[in-house]
């Protein structure tokens, strides 16, 4: 694909569930398991969640937000990325007033999770709020083979000036060497990452309540993801 020019899988997985370390697992009130913390390819958490939608929606790489001058034209207002993403999104939540969603921004676009309602990856609804969305296709692609939604929790190792980890260091291990190996590079990435987020919160759009299910999940997220909105998104 690189030598042809076509563009790569940013999420590095094809169309079937990725293997991947569990970190953590997540129940709820009842003990039942909602949700696991893995460890994806390129090293960084992950939250997978059974019923919990997470939306992916990525900004456009090529658009331009450079104001026009002229001899005699003041410069025109600039929208952000960040401002006419969350206002498609408040557009179309006003359309879904029982949905609750709050709303995040990562490093390259915004993340959103419906707080009020339990869905499945395969289900025409989530679907159609996916697609209405605008969430990455491929993002759609992977929750609907792994049958859950995900969120990336901890920072993207070469936004910190880190290289992935090293070649032949990929789980389930091969050999005991490449765990020590591996284990060698995570305690570098995870010193890193306790200097960047992995996304800052917004807003909250509709009903403020948090669904019973959820609600372990956001815990979960918002502590690991964006518990200090200082820090830089990586």
Not at 42 to 67: C, E, H, K, R, W
Not at 120 to 126: F, G, I, K, N
Not at 186 to 195: A, G, R, V
Request: aromatic letters at 10%.
């Amino acid at each position: 694909k690189l030598l042809s020019g076509q563009a790569l899988n940013r999420y590095f997985y094809g169309e079937r569930p990725p293997r991947e370390e569990i970190l953590d697992r997540i129940v709820n009130g009842a003990g039942k398991e909602i949700a696991l913390i893995t460890r994806n390819a390129y090293g960084a958490q992950v939250l997978n969640a059974a019923n919990a939608m997470f939306i992916d929606i990525d900004f456009p790489d090529s658009a331009n937000t450079t104001p026009r001058r002229g001899l005699f034209r003041k410069p025109s207002p600039v929208v952000s990325h960040e401002e006419a993403a969350v206002q498609k999104v408040r557009l179309w939540a006003a359309g879904r007033p029982d949905l609750g969603i709050r709303v995040y921004r990562t490093f390259g676009g915004l993340r959103c999770l419906v707080t009020s309602h339990l869905f499945h990856p395969a289900d025409r609804d989530a679907l159609a709020i996916l697609q209405a969305l605008e969430s990455d296709p491929l993002y759609i692609r992977l929750c609907q083979a792994q049958a859950c939604f995900r969120a990336r929790l901890t920072a993207k190792p070469w936004r910190m000036g880190i290289k992935p980890p090293p070649f032949g260091c990929v789980y389930p291990w091969e050999t005991p060497s490449a765990e020590t190996t591996f284990r060698g590079w995570e305690k570098t990435y995870q010193q890193s990452s306790q200097q960047y987020a992995a996304c800052h919160y917004l807003v909250h759009l509709g009903p403020g309540s948090v669904h019973p299910e959820i609600e372990p999940i956001l815990k979960w997220h918002d502590n690991t993801a964006c518990s200090r909105q200082n820090l830089p998104l990586a």
